[in-house]
């Protein structure tokens, strides 16, 4: 219960955040804690999990304490340099293999890949499907490549460019990204686990839509006739988002929300 307390101002789970940290000590899953509810921790252990209890209440994010975040039930290295896979972006994982439904051995891009949450996400379903992933970072693109080693995913290649700029002039079926979208002055900035995570991944000039209008400005140069462009943008940004692609020329343009309810994806295709 003290533990508890001591997370309740800086954690929105602070009883799941206990357990993961325990856990994460004792070298064991979470269900071990309910097996074995009367084992003792060693006093290495102990001191261990105080440590990290304290990172924890000092507000830094458990995923980076842990090394780790699930993403698509994919256990993927995180690190400081990459944006924290998020729950809300599974959606558009799940818009964009809605999207490859009736199309075989597809060929996709992700744009800004942190992690590589999302390409690794739509290789593991689509064993058929060659992905290319990019971010600006060499050091992120290792990180990406590490978590394509650690899962076996060989339909999935890394490589460094900022944006379409080392990207191979061929057709894609699908092109995919999580820019970063916030408004360098958004007040949510300063809160929570962004706080602690490059704001290289989150934050983008023009209110927050350069990266976003720059990614549908120069798409249709790598999109086959009838491919289709999807982004995760910011709730506020999903009006914009579907002005700029309809001025650009997409068609069948539209938005989805996350799981909040927010407006969080947008999507066209290019003929």
Same mark, same amino acid.
């Given at each position: ?8 101002? #800086?954690? %929105? ?22 097996? $074995? ?23 830094? @994010? ?11 039930? =994919?256990?993927? /290295? ?19 293999? #809605? ?9 996709? =891009?992700? +744009?800004?890949?942190?992690?590589? #949450? ?9 064993? *058929?499907? +060659? ?15 590490? &978590?394509?080693? /650690? ?10 460019? &900022?944006?379409?700029?080392?990207? @191979? ?8 990204? &999580?820019?970063?979208?916030? %408004?360098?002055? %958004?007040?949510? +900035? ?16 023009? *209110? ?11 798409? @249709? /140069? ?7 462009? +999807? ?12 002005? /700029? ?12 929300? *996350?799981?909040?309810? &927010?407006?969080?994806?947008? $999507?066209?295709?290019?003929?």
């Amino acid at each position: 219960m003290a533990m508890r307390q001591r997370l309740l101002g #800086a954690s %929105d789970s602070p009883d799941l955040d206990v357990a993961l940290l325990l856990c994460h000590c004792l070298g064991k899953p979470r269900s071990y804690l309910y097996t $074995w509810p009367e084992r003792e921790v060693e006093t290495a252990q102990a001191q261990q999990f105080l440590s990290l209890l304290d990172r924890r209440v000092a507000g830094e @994010p458990i995923a980076h304490i842990l090394g780790e975040r699930d993403f698509w039930s =994919l256990p993927l /290295a995180v690190s400081p340099l990459t944006l924290i896979p998020r729950p809300d972006t599974e959606c558009l994982v799940e818009r964009a293999l #809605a999207m490859l439904t009736s199309r075989a051995k597809p060929q996709i =891009l992700d +744009l800004g890949t942190g992690t590589g #949450a999302i390409a690794l996400a739509l290789a593991s379903e689509r064993a *058929d499907a +060659l992905v290319l992933a990019s971010d600006f970072s060499a050091e992120v693109v290792s990180l990406a490549e590490q &978590n394509r080693m /650690a899962l076996g995913l060989t339909n999935v290649r890394l490589v460094c460019s &900022n944006w379409f700029a080392a990207i @191979p002039a061929q057709g894609f079926s699908l092109i995919v990204s &999580n820019p970063p979208y916030i %408004d360098a002055q %958004d007040p949510h +900035l300063s809160e929570g686990d962004v706080r602690f995570e490059p704001a290289s991944a989150l934050v983008a000039a023009n *209110d927050g839509m350069a990266d976003l209008l720059s990614i549908i400005r120069e798409a @249709p /140069a790598y999109l086959l006739s009838g491919g289709e462009l +999807l982004l995760e943008h910011g709730y506020q940004q999903g009006e914009l988002v579907r002005q /700029a692609l309809i001025e650009r020329g997409f068609v069948d343009v539209a938005s989805q929300a *996350d799981y909040g309810g &927010n407006e969080r994806i947008s $999507w066209g295709t290019w003929l």
